[in-house]
């Protein structure tokens, strides 16, 4: 290892298998875990996905209680090269030498560590203070997820569907995942994180649904061809539904785009905010995005565009037909935008944008919810 992180540390023994605590300063968090599973699919990832409404609440606790706020340790896994030296006085103290080529993958803490990154934005001295991490060892990322779920399954409930994704001790649970990654249909309608779907959901089914429903049709009986069988019936099953038919084929679709979207774009010399308003007919979409567009170190100017478009699958394509000027201050001659996104989740699409001039940005729309 040519450059290594260096942690002053004390190893312990779990499960017959080493592990690492350090204080490490709150500023090195965000060096360290550099990876933003935030739009990666649940089965690559090693947590559930993160719960944004919950980081501004944290963080205002710490603010709030300078002098006093309490964290327990983060969890996370080393997934690289490393070593341990001891020291001569202590064999189980000592220094962790890490390749800066490892990556560091959190297995519990996601929400702590974010809202610390936050606060520390409106409070650079909190860098210097410390927070404890254990160290784990990682076997890849199928050891990192079943930390993740051992740490929880006895602590914050979890959903059943997270826990069955993440699980590899349970071999229904393993046969489950494995016919759902097997089956195109059931894997692009499957939510792996829910056990209930909301209203807006663009999946058919859950995780737990087909796990519960396994065990009824092998009557919780595990054998060697177990798993043949399962992914034959299913295969059968959704080959004779027609309209899983019809939806694999997109003459019909699940998701429901109708509603309110906040918009947030960043096209590099400035930044567009406001709302759009969708309606959706199948896989046509139609409505109007009104917006304050912000040029750096310019008078803003408000307008609104009116917009069809489409929806295949998970993408999503706007274009504008015509504009408004709603306000500004000074002439402007606009260019009508187009719009190139992926429904990320029920509630998220994140794209490019492009106007007439080929000017191109980097977009949000986030559901509101009643």
Known sequence: MDYVYKFPVVRGIQAKREYFIAMVPL??????????????????????????????????????????????????????????????????????????????????????????????????????????????????????????????????KTSNSISELYDSRDEMAVITRNIIWKIEFLNTYTDKERDILGKFSSKLFTLNTFYSANKIVVGGKIEDKTEDFLTTYWEMVVANMLPWQELSNK???????????????????????????????????????????????????????????????????????????IHSEHEIDYELDSWFGVLVDDDTIVGLSKDGQGIEGKFTFSREKN
């Open 27 to 156: 500023k090195m968090l965000a060096r360290l875990f550099t990876i933003d599973d935030e739009y990666v699919l649940p089965e690559y990832r090693a947590q559930r996905k993160l719960n944004e409404a919950r980081i501004p609440v944290i963080s205002k606790y710490i603010l709030g209680n300078r002098d006093s706020y309490v964290f327990s340790a983060l969890a996370a896994s080393i997934d690289g090269d490393f070593c341990f030296k001891t020291d001569n006085s202590n064999q189980d103290v000592g220094t962790l030498e890490v390749s800066m080529d490892a990556k560091f993958l959190i297995n519990d803490g996601q929400h702590r560590k974010s809202s610390i990154l936050e606060a520390m934005r409106e409070d650079p001295s909190l860098g210097d203070e410390t927070i404890s991490i254990v160290f784990f060892a990682d076997k890849g990322l199928a050891r990192s997820q079943q930390i993740f779920t051992d740490l929880n399954k006895n602590a914050v």
């Open 251 to 325: 003459e019909i679709t699940k998701v429901d785009l109708t509603g309110k979207w906040k918009y947030k774009e960043d096209y590099g010399y400035g930044v567009a905010e406001g709302e759009l308003f969708l309606k959706q007919e199948g896989n046509e979409l139609s409505g109007r995005i009104i917006f304050t567009d912000k040029l750096n170190d310019d008078d803003a100017y408000m307008l609104q565009e009116f917009l069809i478009g489409s929806l295949e699958g998970h993408k999503v394509k706007l274009d504008a037909e015509e504009f408004d000027i």
